[in-house]
């Protein structure tokens, strides 16, 4: 088997199993939406703005971009995950202008310059090819449209220590990036960085324009 089917297989494998207890009252609810509302709090979103966020789940960041701009745009939410597809349409079901699709985050089958906001939350650190997914944000990125980036960095020596432990208990887990690193993969891809937000601890978003 190919690394990355073999790497795509443990993560569906995992995500499949959360999508059921994703949109539950726990503790793991709650760290996720906090940093979901902290992004989609600093996008700006005008109505009719197209959004895309890359690792959905089961749409929660998708419906709060929405509801910010009163349903008024095309709202779109990509996800590994079959399970968390078919929650996400569930949870949205008869909101016409919501449109979940199981892709792979290296090749999103949607139209290239479409999308004014990009937006990826807790899943960078899973992924196999990150170049090849910076790519695919700026084809899909209209010009001057801009991706937000929200991962545990490792800008120190702690964050440094918590990539380590949780590559040796979580075989989908990839790795975890430097600011420095985010900057040089935002530029390898044509984008440029504008800047990097502190959520908490060593959790950080990272800004760019196409």
Known sequence: MEPITKHNELNKKKWDKWAGSLDGNNWRYEFLRDGQRKVVSLLNLKENMSFLDIGC????????????INDAGMFYGIDLSSKMIEKARENFA????FHFVQADSRSIPLESGFFDVIICTHSFHHYLDPEKVMNEIHRLLKSGGKVYILDPTTDTLFGKLVDKIVKMFEPEHVRMYSTREFKAMFAGAGLTYICTEIVKSFDKIHIAEK
């Open 57 to 68: 789940g089961t749409g929660w960041a998708v419906n709060l971009a929405a509801q910010s």
């Open 94 to 97: 008869g909101k016409e202008h």
